[in-house]
């Protein structure tokens, strides 16, 4: 660790950075000042140089113009080491711990004066005190592998103070965890900032929590500085006009027609879950034409599972699966013909091959398709033609048809996936957290066109981590903890807090 | 030589075990290293037979068993570090170098090795733990070679270096994700070259006893495959030095099932019991694989298990 910093938050400040990719401005002309101990939000759309700009500030790029203070005075970040130098630390998107390794030996290793022979009983008492003083606990003998999403945002938290940086980015801090957990880490931050320990730049784009954690805001738009202020002078509408500047958001669809039959039911379904460990047991579920079913849960719960099992990739141990009244087991061709189409998460990684082109990864359903029956000789053009209607109606931005889908960024490819999923007779639809990761211009028509296919009469079934998600298009909202369903209820009656009590295991 | 029956089977593959596991361990010892850094390095068999041959010609030509395998050790050090360096390009895979170094070491080995098929080398020492018994097979099953007891001390030492050195913990981060290696600022390329060449080092050693102990000769047939069945030995030892150590025990001992037999006058299906270590990989890696769960234990780098 690092003695020679100040005890207690460090404040920082950017003067004029401007940050170009050759004709591209990313970043222009951004000065943007953190008090020492405050809990700065910085808002934007995806693109907007809030990446970048933090990037900048942690040496992973240099800006082409301008300079940083920290603690006041002027710094020079040449590299992220150099960052860390100064107490400046980040917490990234995606975890950077190890997963086979314990938190305990995941804090050891990630100091830079880790000495060379370890010594576990030493090390171990310095890490159960350091843990005394944190407002929040770890468990740390367990491989980082089997903790909770909400224990390895922690635990990242915790590393970087462990590290003894006063300045922390966190970048997106809550895109994998339940507003639950969401609201327990951020209050956990903010308790933090309070008592002077750190200061905090949270990269976001959920409203909620600018408002409910955050001191001051600052709004980028196309790598500009187009608004900050005070969290509490400004509203949710005050915010989302300077980050949209005058793109329009699609207003949420509205819901027509009332359900029909059971399309799609599962009973007494049982299945091992990803560790070989516990069981997935599904009593009942059904999902009729025509209405959004919701599962809610915090990330681990056997949803994934769930999602496997409904398409095919992890084998029941009894029970049954049936579409329309007779036994379904996921093959393609029983697929096709009761029209059951699929959105997995990371569709790139579950739905597409990725280094095959668009037009191909949108062509997967049809390509083997000739009218009614099948093909042996594929027609490259009917391909061709399919995609690029596609393409242009779902709005996908892509270079070329040809462009390896990979290319694409993840709304983008979100789309493709849709677009195909979508096309011709759609019955059952089954979702799994449409919108990860996407900006809000996504989000919203993404969760336009899965009520389109509702109100078309398709029965959807929509297992998402994002309570917000679930809540705004669910007709009936489910509750899984520990791979069971343990609560129902209908989106008019349920409550955040009912439903946070339930994804917890708590009721 | 008095009579002990059936005993005769058990004790002969005990002694078979302690005498023909000892290349598998080393081997696999090297593999669990390089694997545990993510990379796999196929290439181990023609390091082994690169290391058996520079073993015996190096002892042969200064007359001392412990410079050829220190040259063994050396050579295998070269060949790792040809791979890693390889497979540090982009867009290298791991595999298919591996098959090619794997030809290409044992190739050379035969190249360099011509003249000293006929030449006798000085065989490394071993020490006797029978001397209690009047048995002689007693005393053949419990002539151990130094090299065994240096592979068991290393598998522990190399248990004891993943979990309680900073080298171990940086090389089990570099093997389970690159990003957050980089995010450490540690250069998973070269961490990764390093500990192929550590694990080509210990390939070496293992061949060295082949050709300076058991069997004790250099000639082109010398090894049977110790160096691929190697790789699945870690899988089923699940990345563990210390089970290392146990499955090449346990394959030592399968391999000594045929001369056991032929022993005790059992000489129908000669060949079939020769197959048994091969026989005993395909058994583990089917009773060991699952459809279903993911293989724990294995490091999320590795390019097999991706």
Not at chain 1, 329 to 351: F, W
Not at chain 1, 420 to 431: A, H, K, N, S
Not at chain 1, 459 to 465: H, I, N
Request: proline content about 5%; glycine content about 12%.
């Amino acid at each position: 660790m690092t003695p020679e910093l100040p005890e207690g938050a460090i404040g920082v400040e950017t003067l004029h950075m401007t940050m170009r990719f050759g004709g591209f401005t990313a970043l222009d002309d951004v000065s943007i000042r953190i008090a020492p101990g405050s809990f700065h939000a910085l808002l934007g759309e995806n693109g907007a140089g809030k990446s970048t700009l933090v990037k900048c500030m942690m040496g992973f790029y240099h800006a082409t113009a301008g300079e940083m203070l920290v603690a006041g005075r002027e710094a020079r970040v040449p590299d992220p080491r150099a960052a860390h130098g100064l107490g400046l630390g980040m917490v990234y998107q995606h975890f950077t711990l190890v997963p086979s390794l314990t938190a305990a030996e995941n804090l050891v290793i990630s100091r830079p004066d880790a000495p060379r022979i370890i010594d576990w009983r030493a090390e171990r008492a310095a890490l159960d005190a350091f843990m005394a003083r944190m407002p929040f606990q770890v468990p740390l003998d367990q491989p980082v592998r089997a903790l909770a999403a909400g224990e390895k945002q922690k635990l990242e938290i915790l590393k970087q103070l462990y590290l003894g940086r006063r300045f922390l980015i966190l970048d997106e801090p809550t895109s994998v965890l339940t507003p639950s957990e969401a609201d327990e880490v951020l209050g956990h931050v903010r308790a933090l900032c309070e008592a002077g320990e750190i200061t905090v730049l949270m990269i976001t784009h959920k409203f909620r929590e600018v408002t409910a954690f955050a001191d001051e805001v600052s709004v980028l738009r196309r790598g500009r500085l187009v608004g900050a202020g005070r969290v509490a002078d400004l509203s949710h509408s005050d915010m989302a006009a300077m980050m949209m500047g005058d793109a329009a958001i699609a207003e949420p669809a509205p819901r027509t027609g009332t359900a029909g039959g059971i399309v799609l039911s599962l009973s007494q379904a049982r299945a091992r879950d990803r560790s070989g460990l516990k069981d997935i047991a599904i009593d009942a579920l059904q999902v009729r034409a025509g209405e959004i079913v919701g599962i809610a849960g915090i990330s681990g719960n056997g949803q994934m599972e769930l999602m496997e099992i409904l398409t095919g990739q992890r084998p029941l141990e009894s029970g049954a699966i049936t579409v329309k009244g007779t036994p379904y087991t996921a093959s393609r061709a029983e697929a096709r013909e009761r029209a059951v189409r699929y959105l997995p998460e990371e569709p790139l990684h579950n739905a597409c091959a990725p280094r095959m082109s668009v037009a191909e990864n949108i062509g997967f359903r049809s390509f083997d398709l000739n009218g009614s029956g099948t093909r042996f000789w594929l027609s490259g053009r009917e391909m061709r033609k399919l995609a690029a209607d596609l393409v242009a109606s779902f709005k996908v931005k892509t270079a070329s048809l040809d462009a390896p889908i990979a290319a694409l960024s993840g709304g983008n490819v979100q789309r493709a996936v849709l677009a195909r999923e979508l096309t011709g007779d759609v019955d059952v639809l089954v979702i799994s957290n449409p919108c990860f990761g996407l900006d809000v211009s996504a989000v919203s028509e993404i969760r336009a066109r899965i009520m389109a296919a509702r109100n078309a009469g398709a029965g959807v079934l929509l297992m998402s981590e994002d309570l917000d998600e679930i809540l705004e298009l669910s007709d009936r909202v489910l509750v899984m903890s520990e791979g069971r369903i343990v609560h129902e209820t209908t989106a008019a009656a349920s409550d955040p807090a009912t439903l946070g009590r339930h994804m917890g295991g708590h009721a | 030589m008095s009579d002990l029956g059936i005993w005769a089977v058990p004790l002969a593959i005990l002694g078979g075990a302690i005498r023909v596991s000892t290349p598998f361990l080393f081997v696999s010892l090297g593999e669990v290293l390089t694997e545990r850094s993510g990379r796999i390095n196929l290439g181990l068999e023609g390091t082994l037979v690169f290391g058996a041959m520079s073993g015996y010609a190096i002892a042969f030509l200064t007359g001392s068993p412990w410079a050829g395998v220190l040259a063994a050790a050396a050579a295998g050090a070269f060949f790792g570090l040809i791979h890693g360096l390889i497979c540090s390009l982009p867009r290298v895979n791991d595999i298919a170098i591996g098959i090619a170094m794997m030809i290409l070491g044992m190739g050379l080995a035969f190249y360099f090795g011509k003249p000293f098929v006929q030449p006798v080398a000085p065989d490394l020492p071993a020490i006797s733990f029978g001397w209690w018994s009047d048995l002689p097979q007693v005393r053949a099953a419990l002539q151990v070679n130094v090299l065994f007891l240096i592979g068991g001390v290393a598998a522990f030492a190399l248990w004891w270096m993943f979990r309680a050195t900073r080298v171990g913990l940086i090389i089990r981060v570099v093997g389970d994700s690159t990003d957050a290696a980089r995010a450490m600022g540690l250069r998973p390329a070269l961490i990764r070259t390093l500990a192929t060449a550590a694990g080509g080092a210990f390939a070496g050693v293992g061949g060295a006893y082949l050709s300076l102990y058991y069997p004790g000769s250099w000639n082109e047939g010398l090894s049977s495959g110790q160096g691929l069945m190697a790789v699945a030995l870690v899988i089923f030892a699940r990345w563990n030095p210390i089970a290392c150590f146990g499955a090449a025990l346990l394959f030592g001992g399968a391999g000594a099932l045929g001369p056991a037999l032929q022993s005790v006058g059992v000489s129908e299906g000669y060949y079939l019991y020769y197959a048994a270590p091969y026989v005993l990989t395909l058994g583990v890696l089917i009773a060991t694989s699952s459809p279903r769960q993911a293989m724990t234990g294995a490091p999320g780098e590795l390019s097999i298990t991706k």
